[in-house]
Nanobody, 119 residues
Framework: QVQLVESGGGLVQAGGSLRLSCAAS????????MGWYRQAPGKGRELVAA???????NYADSVKGRFTISRDNAKNTLYLQMNSLKPEDTAVYYC?????????????WGQGTQVTVSS
């Protein structure tokens, strides 16, 4: 079992920055890839950025060059640095972890943190 707790969301003006954090606890040794997803009102959940245990990253086209995903394995924490924020970035942001130990594999989600960007 893995627990994920996000923090760092809030209200910011367009052009501003926020840094999201996701603290993992439990069977963290089994965590491999992690990612950030978001869900805007009336829309489906979409991948924002992901990072493997080795540090390889990928980003949604809409955030490339503005957002940076990183992880501190020693602290079991995932980050998302968001710069040059736009109103269309407004959404609930969720942390996700892919966990695999032996024959056991599962995805875990945090509770989400609200990001609101005003124009």
């Amino acid at each position: 079992q893995v627990q994920l707790v996000e923090s760092g969301g809030g209200l910011v003006q367009a052009g501003g920055s926020l840094r999201l954090s996701c603290a993992a606890s439990g069977d963290t040794i089994c965590i491999s890839a992690m990612g950030w997803y978001r869900q805007a009102p009336g829309k489906g959940r979409e991948l924002v950025a992901a990072i493997t245990s080795g540090g390889s990253t990928n980003y949604a086209d809409s955030v490339k060059g503005r957002f940076t995903i990183s992880r501190d394995n020693a602290k079991n924490t995932l980050y998302l640095q968001m710069n040059s924020l736009k109103p269309e970035d407004t959404a609930v942001y969720y942390c996700n972890a892919f966990v695999g130990c032996g024959s056991y594999y599962s995805y875990y989600w945090g509770q989400g943190t609200q990001v609101t960007v005003s124009s």
